[in-house]
């Protein structure tokens, strides 16, 4: 059952795959050059670098006038027919020899303190995520933060106004997909801290009611919904997010207390949001 699972997930990989590869298989179909040759090695190990199956695996990829041979070692059968696969549907490739070996057990190729490409991509899209959430924040005009993160540590400096923004930032952080650690060298200031909004492109972020500015809910909404996503501790598939004037109601399943707490704290600190109502969140 393990194996036809995971066989699933691979299948679907590929099919993914396929359709990045037609996007970027714009080379020319005419007679392969050496430069040919060099793109294409270049998009198959790039593509094994993104792929959670193969990233850390040993892999040498060689293209000769669009004849592929993989060498090297994987642990287990389906990571060695994917690598195949992927070597197959690059734009220009006529045959792949497989000379990959299966070994079980085989160890991670990690042992490098460097980055690879796939960790550089893993830890860009962290620290975007937790740049967003705090944009996204009642925070973003209170705060000065600077988000670093290598191999899924993350590092929080700059100036917040209080210990309780120092909190909640870092919570922010540990509760993003992906995050391994948090380091917290935020400092409280001295003296206040006042940014300008900044405005969120695409999107109309302020509307006048009542003689007060607030966010639009459509923009509220969205936010909120966003946000669950970049959560590692939110279902963010099982939950609906509606708000009116500012008040949003969350309704859906969730799997514990410590769920609904969060989805209720992250909610509430959208700029915009009055009040949250979960009355309709229900246990699973």
Do not use: C
């Not at 980055?115 to 962290?126: F, L, P, T």
């Amino acid at each position: 059952m393990r194996i036809k699972s995971q066989k699933t997930s691979v299948a679907s990989y590929i099919a993914l795959l396929f359709s990045t590869s037609t996007l970027l298989g714009a080379a020319s179909a005419n007679s392969l050059t050496e430069q040919d040759d060099t793109w294409q090695e270049a998009q198959i190990w790039t593509t094994y670098q993104i792929s959670p199956y193969l990233r850390n695996s040993h892999i040498e990829v060689k293209v000769e006038d669009g004849d592929v041979t993989l060498n090297g070692s994987v642990s287990q059968d389906t990571n060695r027919e994917l690598a195949e696969a992927i070597a197959s549907g690059i734009a220009g490739i006529k045959s792949v020899d497989n000379q990959i070996e299966v070994v079980e057990n085989d160890k991670p190729n990690n042992a490098s303190i460097e980055r690879n490409y796939a960790q550089m991509v893993d830890d860009a899209s962290i620290t975007s995520a937790i740049n967003s959430k705090i944009l996204w924040s009642k925070l973003s005009d209170t705060t000065e933060t600077n988000i670093d993160t290598y191999q899924s540590k993350v590092t929080l400096t700059g100036l917040v106004s209080s210990q309780e923004d120092s909190d909640t930032i870092n919570a922010m952080s540990q509760h993003t997909k992906g995050v391994i650690s948090v380091a917290n060298q935020l400092v409280i200031s001295d003296e206040p801290i006042s940014i300008s909004k900044k405005k969120d492109p695409g999107t109309e972020e302020f509307e006048e009611k009542k003689g007060h500015s607030m966010l639009a809910d459509g923009w509220i909404t969205t936010k909120i919904k966003s946000t669950y996503m970049y959560s590692s501790n939110v279902d963010s598939g099982q939950i609906t997010v509606n708000t009116t004037d500012g008040i949003v109601v969350l309704e859906g399943t969730i799997k514990d207390g410590a769920e609904r707490a969060l989805a209720i704290a992250l909610a509430r600190n959208i700029r915009g949001v009055k009040s949250v109502t979960s009355d309709k969140l229900v246990l699973l």
